[in-house]
Structure formats: C-alpha cells, structure tokens
C-alpha cells in the first residue's frame, strides 16, 4: 500500500482525529494488514500522538499489525464443532496450509485462526472462508473448500 | 462557587462544587489511599483503592473517592468493614502482579492482605496509567504508551521519541507504586531495539 492510497483515505474522512478508528478500518480491509509507515502517516497527518495509535490498534482484534493472508480461515472449535470433529478438521487445514492458528503462510494466502463459535450449530463442524460459511466439513472436504481460494 | 457540606468519617467537611470527594478529604487533613490519582493529572479511577462507602437520599454506594463529585449531605464512610474488605481484596490482587513492591505492602500491613494469596503473576505492573498519563498531559511526549488489552496489557515505549526525549526526563520512573521497576525495563528495552542489529 503506498503512502498516496494512505493519504487518500485520510483525506476520505476529513482529516479528523476522531475518525482514526474508521481510517485504520479501511486500511486494514483494503490491506489486510496496518504497516507502521501507513500508522506513522496518520500520526502525522491527524496529529494523534503514535503511542495512542499503537494502543488502539493493538486493542481491537480487527486490527493486524503484521501481514495477513489473502483468505481468511476461520475455524469453529465451539462445543457442537467440537464434538462433532472440528480438530480433525483443523489438522487437515494446518496440514494442508503448513500453518498454525493465528499465524500467516509465506505466499499471503491463508491466514487461520479458530473462533469459538460461529453460531449455526447445526451445520458443525464449520469453517468460515472470507466469511462464506462452509458446513458439515470432513477432512477430505475441507481440501476441496480450501483449494477454492486462490 | 456554591459551598458545599458533606460529612467524612462523622467530620462535618465543607467543599466546593466539582471538587472530589477525595479532594474534600485531603482538604480536612482526612487520609484515603490512592495508587493512581497525581494531583497533575486528571483523575482515573484505574486502581479503585480509593473505594469508600458513600450515602445520599438513604442509598449507599461504593465509589471511587478520587472520582465521584461531592454533593450538599453525602455521607462518606472511609474506613467501614465494607470498604476494609474490598481494599483487602484489591491489595491481594495487585500484589499478585507486583509482590515487591514497598507500597504495596505497607498497604497490605494495614489492611490485613495476604500477598500470597494469589498465585504469583509478576509483571510488576499493576496498570495505574500514572507513567502514561504523566507523559500524555505532563510533559505531552506521548513516549510511553499502553499496548494489547486485558490480561495482556503492558506499557511500552516508542523507541524513537524514546531514544530522544526519556533519557534527560526520567520523571514518570518516581510515579510508579511498584517502584519503577518495570517502566526502566521497558525503556531499556525499547532502547536497546534501536541500536543496530549485529
């Protein structure tokens, strides 16, 4: 993401402080991730001190400060999941990706993490794809779910 | 400014409008023990030590003293049992977190809190805000931050402004009730990653 598309989406918002929280939103969903020189770039620009941006990215879950993936995997571990083979559905994504919850392949294609519920129980186990839902997977399913996604 | 009188542990107190209702204590010489309040800084009711019992229209509440604003005929009630568990507790709990620290403990010693009980969990911070916020509204270098949320919460600081402005400053290490300690580490720390890589 270059520093132009930053101020762009500075300029979006009118340039307030009060709207940092809208700003690092768009940047994160554009860029699936917040890189310091985009943080630095608002701290300048909004005169929000670097300490406090820092804060509030690393409070909230929808703010990532290192490289995301592509796809976002989410894997249900709730209790109907569970019981219904949601680890067996995860080894198969950790062996397939190479990757465990929380951390992002080296090609940016899949980030994973679990989730404790996604709240269709009837459809578990479930995994949750750029937010499609995919139900009742199997291991052998999974793969194909997951090669969908380039 | 409209007077206004309230009683303190049975003391008639006399206060002005928006003042607080530990700022009407210290005002008639009456001690609550703060751990988080700096007369420089705006109040922040992180540490809840200050917790007293408080009376009005025949409804008590627990308040943080260095927050709630006085009003004409509350009745405030510093040392009640009440007031002396919760504290107790408090203490307790904070003291899992920074068992070494010298305030702490003289507080513990006058509350009856046991300091192991519970497990240890040192990391010597008991998230007061004081070094943070005195950096913020003080001295207004925002060099020292808080990250994460929770049971992860830390202080941290931004390398650059750190490497530039702590070293002549240094006033925020006082402040800290678990005796700077921690705020030295993470400056060092956030030092030592700005020197070069070898």
Same mark, same amino acid.
């Given at each position: 993401m270059d520093s132009a598309r930053v101020d762009q989406i *500075? $300029?979006?918002?009118?340039?307030?402080? %009060? %709207?940092? *929280?809208?700003?690092?939103? $768009?940047?994160? %969903?554009?860029?699936?991730?917040?890189?310091?020189?985009?943080?630095?770039?608002?701290?300048?620009?909004?005169?929000?001190?670097f300490t406090r941006i820092q804060h509030i990215a690393t409070f909230y879950k929808a703010f990532s400060l290192v490289p995301k993936g592509r796809h976002q995997v989410h894997i249900c571990m709730g209790t109907a999941c569970h019981v219904r083979g949601a680890q067996r559905v995860l080894d198969t994504v950790q062996d397939l990706t190479g990757i465990k919850p929380g951390e992002t392949d080296l090609d940016l294609r899949y980030s994973l993490e679990t989730v404790n519920c996604l709240g269709c129980c009837a459809l578990g186990p479930v995994i949750e794809i750029d937010g499609d839902i995919h139900g009742k997977m199997s291991p052998a399913r999974t793969a194909d779910a997951l090669k969908k996604y380039e | 400014m409209s007077k206004i009188l309230l009683q303190i542990d049975a003391k008639e107190v006399e206060a002005k409008e928006g003042m607080t209702i530990l700022e009407a204590a210290q005002d008639a010489g009456i001690y609550i023990p703060t751990l988080c309040h700096h007369e420089k800084l705006e109040p922040y009711g992180a540490c809840r030590i200050c917790t007293v019992e408080a009376e009005s229209r025949g409804q008590t509440k627990l308040v943080a003293a260095?927050?709630?604003?006085?009003?004409?005929?509350l009745v405030v009630r510093t040392r009640s049992e009440k007031v002396d568990k919760i504290r107790k507790m408090i203490l307790e709990l904070l003291l899992a977190h920074a068992p070494d620290s010298r305030e702490l403990q003289g507080l513990a010693e006058e509350y009856g809190a046991d300091k192991d009980r519970f497990e240890k969990e040192a990391s010597f911070c008991v998230h007061c805000g004081l070094c943070v916020r005195y950096c913020a509204e003080v001295k207004k270098k925002f060099a020292v931050g808080f990250v994460n949320r929770g049971a992860r919460r830390e202080i941290s600081f931004d390398p650059v402004i750190a490497a530039k402005e702590c070293w002549n400053c240094k006033e925020c290490f006082p402040l800290c009730p678990t005796e700077a300690l921690q705020a030295a580490y993470v400056y060092t720390e956030a030092l030592i990653s700005t020197l070069p890589r070898f």
């Open positions: *500075i $300029d979006k918002h009118g340039g307030e402080a %009060s %709207s940092l *929280i809208q700003i690092l939103l $768009d940047i994160q %969903s554009e860029n699936h991730w917040l890189p310091k020189e985009a943080l630095e770039r608002i701290s300048e620009k909004l005169q929000v001190p | 260095c927050l709630y604003p006085v009003e004409q005929g």
